[in-house]
């Protein structure tokens, strides 16, 4: 089941959800509204999964950055959410979707216990200028069926995300943990 947005409220006033900041004025009728942060990373380059991707960071300032197609950015939600009772699903919104705009790649799953800001794999249709804390999409929260465990206690590799993180699948092909 979904969370609607009082019961997102709600949960947020018992402690069984965490969003810094929280802004009451920010829940929708199933979702919570999150925001861009204040940073982007620019893959340089051709990618390769065994090893380190090379960035360019882009600060956002208050004039915004134009984004172009054919360049995958990354970036972060500017709110950080945690619950060890509810899964979370980070989705765009209408608004980003028509600007041509894909926020999420992949990854929409936030796990139990999972405190992070969200890392964003970002594309465009078309060059498009955004800005530092611009609304970017949407968070829902979710009932779990069985038995929770918690992201953080299975110690895996983004468990100690601060910000925007780039692909470790290369530590996984060199023989870490998963």
């Known amino acids: 089941m ?4 009082a019961a997102i409220a709600a949960a947020h006033t018992a402690g069984e959800i965490t969003i810094e900041p929280f802004d ?3 829940l929708s009728p199933n979702a919570y509204d999150w925001r861009l942060g204040e940073l982007l990373l620019a893959c340089d380059g051709a990618l390769d999964a065994a090893r380190p991707t ?4 882009i600060p956002l300032g208050a004039t915004g950055f134009v984004l172009r197609p054919g360049v ?3 970036g972060d939600t500017y709110e950080k959410t945690r619950s060890e009772r509810y899964a979370q699903l980070l989705n765009g919104n209408r608004s980003i979707g028509t ?5 999420h790649v992949s990854a929409p799953l936030g796990h139990q216990g999972h405190a992070i800001r969200w890392t964003l794999e970002i594309r465009v249709a078309r060059p498009v200028r955004v800005y530092p804390r611009m609304t970017f999409g949407k968070l829902a929260f979710l009932h779990t069926l ?8 299975h110690g ?23």
Do not use: D
């Not at 600007?99 to 926020?103: C, E, N, P, Q």
């Not at 069985?146 to 206690?153: D, T, V």
């Not at 895996?156 to 998963?178: F, I, Q």
């Open 2 to 5: 979904i969370l609607t947005g």
């Open 24 to 26: 009451p004025t920010r």
């Open 54 to 57: 090379g960035v360019t960071e």
């Open 72 to 74: 995958l950015y990354l």
């Open 99 to 103: 600007l041509g705009i894909w926020v």
């Open 146 to 153: 069985g038995a929770a465990a918690s992201y953080q206690q």
């Open 156 to 178: 895996l590799k983004y468990a100690a995300s601060r910000g925007v993180e780039t692909s470790r699948l290369y530590e996984e092909l060199r023989g870490g943990r998963s």
